[in-house]
């Protein structure tokens, strides 16, 4: 979490969000979204309870002040206006709505039962909002293909390694920017993986993925390196930047015309996990520990089939070519009189 944010947060919220990154392990990047979160909320219960001038404007907001006492003065009706704001005001969509529901459930839930601040947790009764369930975008067997064949330039052996482990890992964005040299194991075929909330997990390396890295490693810059240990290098010789990532990945499917939204590095994880489940047949299970899921009903999205495979599967039923004997007499020939 960046330093500036945690010296502008109250002490109530700063033992929350240590609790948070050292005991539940969270990543310093959901760390950081648990305290963006609670400051928007203590920001908008400011402004509505007139602690502050109200022409201040809302992101000048400062929450420092912010203590048990006034938190303790919190109810769930407060709560169900500031999701109204959210909504109305803000625009904020439901997936937005339901990340900031978990972390204030998470806040009053560490309050009440973990340190016994408070006797009653006012958001108990909270709902999330509901998510409307939409199939992941991914690419088809044959556009994956075409997207690597497209992969070209005097970085051709790293741009291709990094599109082959996504395609054929799943790896997350974060998960294969960390990547180390260490990480890496030719022996075993083998890659350890940080994952979120520091977890780790090993991920198997098929032949596509140890002959890319092979490539890559023959060409990797070796002089003046700024991080030794990283697996992929960026022109300034340093670890490679999720931003660096992004555009490798975007410049790449916009030659083969998928550049527009809806098409991105978390669409190749969409991918190598749905081609896995389609055209590998690897059960639910092992995907799951694949892509380092922690419920199985996130890896389910996957278990969706191709309208033509759903085609295919009609006509494979023993009884799709039966059909009702007709009880109408047969048709008159239009040449008998």
Known sequence: MKPELLNE????????????ETIRGKSPKTVEEYYLDLRTFFR??????????????????????????????????QVFEYMNYLSSVRKNGPSTRSRKVSSLRSFFKYLTNKTGQLDKNPVKELETPKLKKSLPKYLTLEQSLELLSKVDGKTKERDYCILVLFLNCGMR??????LNLTDIHFGNSTANITGKGNKERIVYLNDSCLEALKQYLRVRPREAIID?????????????????????????????????????????????????YQHGHVDIRVLKD????ENLGTTEIYTHLSSEQMATAAQANPLSHVKQRSTLPPKKNSQEK
């Open 228 to 276: 030794k240990n990283a697996l992929f290098i960026s022109s300034q010789r340093k670890r490679i930047s999720p931003k660096t990532v992004q555009y490798i990945v975007k410049k790449y499917l916009a030659k083969i015309d998928l550049g527009g939204p809806g098409y991105s590095v978390h669409k190749l994880r969409h991918t190598a996990a749905t081609l896995m």
């Open 44 to 77: 908008y219960i400011k402004l509505h309870r007139g602690l502050v001038p109200p022409d201040t404007e809302f992101e000048k907001i400062g929450i420092s002040d912010i203590d048990l006492d006034l938190i303790k003065t919190i109810d769930l009706t």
């Open 173 to 178: 964005l974060s998960e294969l920017v960390g």
């Open 290 to 293: 694949i892509l380092g899921h």
């Open 9 to 20: 947060s109250p002490q109530i919220i700063r033992k929350f969000l240590g609790y948070v």
